[in-house]
C-alpha cells in the first residue's frame, strides 16, 4: 500500500513540477502509460503465461 502512495506522490510532483515549467505534463504521464500498455505489458502477460505453463506440466508430470 506505501509503495501505491509513493508512486502517486512521485506522478504528482512530476506533473506539477513540468506544469510549472510549462511543458504539459499530463499529457507525457498519459503518453508513457499507452507506450508502457502497448510494448511493456504483453511480455510481462507472455512471461507469467509461460510459467504458469511450466507449472501444469510439472504438476501433470
Known sequence: MKY???GIVI???VIFILNSIDINGLSII???IEWATRFILPWITLY???QFIKKLKTIND
Do not use: E, N, P
Open 4 to 6: 501505491l502512495l509513493y
Open 30 to 32: 498519459i503518453t508513457l
Open 48 to 50: 507469467w503465461f509461460v
Open 11 to 13: 506522478i504528482v510532483s
